[in-house]
């Protein structure tokens, strides 16, 4: 048996070709990270706030916005901390962390996209008997299954990358611990673990995909035999916001995990955007072209300024 020396911590050397702009990235990603934050709050205030937003929908909605809240929040905090000047180092057991949390997010946040296709399916599809298909404890049921689901595929990738031997070098090429730049650090044959890897994380994304692919398939059917204009408008209006949001959260994954030679400046554009960007523009996604939504923002602003005010 080889003795190894453990690694105890890593470097993250941050994002590659970026020396001598991090007073620049940290006040640009400070401030993504300060509207990603405010704007899912508001979200979270309003629908809480407002009894007629008090349904699935909205209900699936303020689990995005809390899933939004934390994804960026797990490398983030460390991202702008060494691009204040402070140290590159993070702990083995924080590197663990940062894999593990990120992929839970992440997972969960797929399967919650699915859920709320599914949701649209019924809503549109069996507008009659959507109170009764969608109620409040299947609702719960669907929201706890996301979480438990996504536990599983971060456990699992997360024992998969950290049962390796990680001897040194311990730089990591990139701005947080994920699976591609750690294999590369291990002291051990990756390949097979590597196609592994390869499979599940693109297994996942690619059947909750079909799902969704099925369930607007239904949609777009029963939305083209609605007589009215009108009418059709109001539906496609209902499903739009959603598409956009899973437009955006798939984009990122086919571009990072799915290329078959990996780019390092891609991959750290496209994380970025999918870390930081997205979770921020989600609450106006959902928000610009819903009335209710907006009304009760305007509600909960009004309340906020006579406070503050006060």
């Known amino acids: 048996m080889k003795n190894y020396t453990v690694v105890t911590e890593f470097i993250l050397l941050g994002i590659p070709h970026t020396e001598g702009l991090e007073i620049q990235l940290f006040i640009v990603f400070l401030s993504f990270y300060f509207f990603t934050l405010r704007g899912n709050l508001i979200i979270l205030l309003a629908i809480v706030s407002s009894s007629r937003l008090h349904t699935p929908m909205y209900f699936f909605l303020c689990n995005l916005s809390i899933l ?3 994804f960026p929040s797990v490398s983030s905090p460390k991202m702008l901390s060494y691009l204040s000047g402070k140290s590159h180092a993070i702990s083995y057991g924080g590197c663990i962390c940062q894999l593990f949390f990120y992929h839970l997010i992440g997972c969960t946040e797929c399967f919650l996209c699915t859920v709320m296709a599914y949701d649209r399916f019924i809503a549109i599809c069996f507008p009659l008997r959507y109170r009764i298909i969608m109620s409040h404890k299947v609702c719960a049921v669907l929201a706890m299954g996301t979480s438990f689901f996504g536990c599983i595929q971060a456990t699992f990738l997360t024992a998969l990358t950290f049962q390796l031997p990680y001897c040194g070098p311990n730089k990591v090429d990139y701005y947080f ?3 591609p730049v750690m294999l590369k650090l291990a002291c051990a044959d990756t390949s097979a673990l590597e196609m592994v890897g390869f499979i599940s994380v693109g297994l996942m994304p690619f059947s909750c995909f079909l799902l969704i692919l099925t ?5 777009v059917c029963s939305i083209l035999k609605i007589h009215t204009a009108e009418g059709r408008y109001r539906a496609f209006c209902t499903c739009s916001a959603h598409l956009t949001a899973i437009l955006l959260l798939y984009i990122p994954v086919v571009l990072i995990y799915l290329q ?5 400046q891609l991959n750290a554009t496209v994380q970025i955007l999918n870390n930081l960007v997205t979770p921020m523009l989600n609450p106006l996604i959902f928000s610009l072209r819903n009335k209710e939504v907006k009304a009760s923002l305007k509600k ?3 309340q906020v300024r006579f406070l503050s005010e006060k």
Do not use: E, H
Request: charged share 15%; glycine share 0%; aromatic share 10%.
């Open 215 to 219: 369930s607007y398939s239904r949609i």
């Open 177 to 179: 611990c994920d699976i």
């Open 260 to 264: 078959p030679t990996p780019n390092p």
């Open 68 to 70: 939004d809240i934390f």
């Open 300 to 302: 909960v602003l009004q």
